[in-house]
């Protein structure tokens, strides 16, 4: 599929597409064939001003609306997303590479369903409440600047601007310029249901310009950003000097740890599963496992074979489990990573940097196993963001919750145990945001957000929609 959808050079502003100043588009590449099947505007600070000057006109009628008709106009939204699924599907495959299974239920369904949580969450908001002679009040921060990733394009602006609307915020979103098509059809189905002009707006660009407009920006009250680390602390050196309130969901370098007596085949399997998910491509990827000393080699080999039987290739054939990552960009860093850790002396159990038989385009990285890492080698302290396990022993659970925790983030994780409350007990040690245990659905309604290098703020659920809460007190 293409066409229209995905050839764009307008921003949406003020509840229409609007032609940029300067007219400049840059092309969206499909990693699966290095070939352009789309375009975007090529935004500036021009766009993103008129973008903020719309959203802070239509602040004060969107907040004024009663929350049951902000949830009204938002759930004919969220119907008209879902009568786009398959169009929603069809880009994601073609600007990210997600596998078509992938695509369709880590991306877009699992996006669905955390706008769903959120209109379902509202109710469980303390709007206002009375503490002895005061009267306490939940109100809207603002006007809202939303700056989202590239490796869920349409789950992570869901995560913000979901949270943000029920809120009664007005948005402005800058989507990942590598990235943009689904937050294009966004706004479409916002202008085919009548959300308000200037509620929702998208202004796509580089980083650095329209990135940075938006956070330096007078008109805009908080910045909910999603990306690495380092860019989370530029956005947060911006956002300081006007005293802005900045939300922050960074990078993670997560653990899944087998404790002594779980079912050594199944919690592997999951964690490579885990690992592998969106080619590896997923800020909360257990990307790091622990097993204990005893059955290290065991586990090795268990996860060796679990990748080695991954299949890897076009995503849209059905079979496919395991696409290209975003970029060449992205597939020599995931590379570069592996390489530096056989330099170090780690050995490639499986995968490395041979291009998958019968793939000679795309940017493809071969699911790996690495091991014999060193406990502060880079690739067990680091993001990868790729395709890529390393596994680790270690003597007794004291050391294993402290290799947990021995990196800079603190995004997610999971621990591995019939003995329900020992597993428990161990989470709570780990200095995480969260935590499954052995292999537990993913929960939309639960907040989500890390500790540490992994960020602050929570979105999901009613946390989600509290994020964007000022809280005043009326004495009376």
Same mark, same amino acid.
């Given at each position: 599929?293409?066409?229209d ?6 921003v949406?502003? @003020? ?5 940029? %100043? ?8 499909? #990693?699966?064939? !290095? ?29 004024? $609306? ?14 008209? $997303? ?11 495959? +073609? !600007?990210? =590479? ?12 699992? =996006?669905?369903?955390?706008? /769903? =949580? ?9 709007w206002?409440?009375s503490v ?9 921060? &603002?006007?809202?600047?939303?700056? *989202? ?25 800058k989507?990942?310029e ?5 937050a294009?059809?966004?706004?479409? +189905? ?12 998208v ?26 680390? &380092? ?17 922050l ?5 997560s653990a899944s740890v087998?404790?002594p ?10 964690t ?6 969106? *080619?590896g491509?997923t ?15 065991e ?9 080695a039987?991954?299949?890897v &290739?076009?995503? *849209? ?6 696409? #290209? ?32 038989? =019968? ?7 071969? #699911? ?14 680091? /993001?990868?963001?790729?395709p ?5 022993? %270690?003597?007794? !659970? ?5 290799? @947990?925790?021995? *990196?800079? %983030? ?16 161990? @989470? ?7 935590v ?10 639960a907040?989500?957000? &890390? ?9 999901l ?16």
């Amino acid at each position: 599929m293409s066409g229209d959808e995905w050839r764009r050079d307008a921003v949406f502003v @003020a509840g229409r597409w609007q032609a940029t %100043y300067d007219g400049r588009t840059v092309g969206v590449e499909n #990693p699966a064939t !290095e070939q352009i099947v789309g375009s975007s505007a090529d935004a500036g600070p021009g766009e993103v001003d008129d973008a903020v000057t719309a959203a802070a006109r239509a602040f004060a009628p969107w907040s004024g $609306l009663p929350t049951g008709e902000r949830l009204a106009i938002l759930r004919r939204w969220l119907d008209e $997303l879902h009568s786009r699924r398959s169009l929603l599907v069809e880009t994601t495959i +073609a !600007e990210v =590479g997600a596998p078509r299974k992938v695509a369709e239920e880590a991306h877009v369904d699992t =996006g669905l369903a955390v706008l /769903e =949580g959120y209109l379902t969450a509202a109710a469980d908001v303390t709007w206002e409440e009375s503490v002895g002679n005061s009267l306490v009040l939940r109100e809207p921060v &603002g006007v809202v600047g939303c700056i *989202t990733p590239w490796n869920y394009p349409l789950y992570q602006v869901l995560a913000k601007v979901g949270g943000a609307l029920v809120a009664g915020c007005t948005v402005v979103l800058k989507p990942a310029e590598i990235t943009p098509l689904s937050a294009y059809l966004l706004a479409d +189905a916002a202008a085919a249901v009548g959300l308000p002009p200037g509620v929702f707006n998208v202004v796509p660009g580089a980083g650095r310009v329209v990135g940075e407009a938006l956070v330096s920006h007078p008109g805009v009250d908080m910045v909910s950003f999603t990306g690495s680390t &380092g860019v989370g602390a530029r956005v947060s050196a911006l956002a300081a000097p006007a005293m802005k309130r900045v939300a922050l969901e960074l990078g993670g370098k997560s653990a899944s740890v087998v404790l002594p007596d779980a079912d050594l085949s199944s919690a592997v399997r999951a964690t490579v599963g885990a690992a592998m998910l969106n *080619t590896g491509q997923t800020c909360s990827a257990w990307s790091r496992l622990l097993v204990h000393a005893d059955r290290l080699q065991e586990a090795v080999a268990l996860a060796a074979d679990a990748a080695a039987v991954l299949v890897v &290739g076009d995503p *849209t054939e059905d079979g496919t489990e395991i696409g #290209p990552v975003v970029s060449g960009a992205q597939r020599a860093t995931v590379l570069g990573f592996v390489s530096r850790a056989v330099d170090g002396g780690a050995r490639v159990v499986v995968g490395g940097a041979a291009r998958p038989a =019968g793939l000679d385009r795309g940017h493809y990285v071969l #699911p790996t196993v690495v091991t014999g890492v060193a406990p502060d080698a880079e690739i067990v302290r680091q /993001e990868v963001f790729g395709p890529v396990l390393t596994v680790q022993a %270690y003597r007794d !659970e004291d050391e294993a919750v402290a290799m @947990a925790n021995a *990196t800079d %983030y603190g995004l997610s994780g999971a621990v591995w145990s019939p003995r329900a409350d020992d597993a428990l007990a161990f @989470a709570r040690r780990m200095r995480t945001g969260q935590v499954d245990i052995n292999g537990a659905a993913f929960n939309p309604r639960a907040p989500f957000g &890390g500790y540490r290098h992994s960020g602050n703020g929570r979105e999901l659920g009613k946390w989600g929609i509290e994020e964007f809460l000022e809280t005043k007190s009326v004495q009376r």
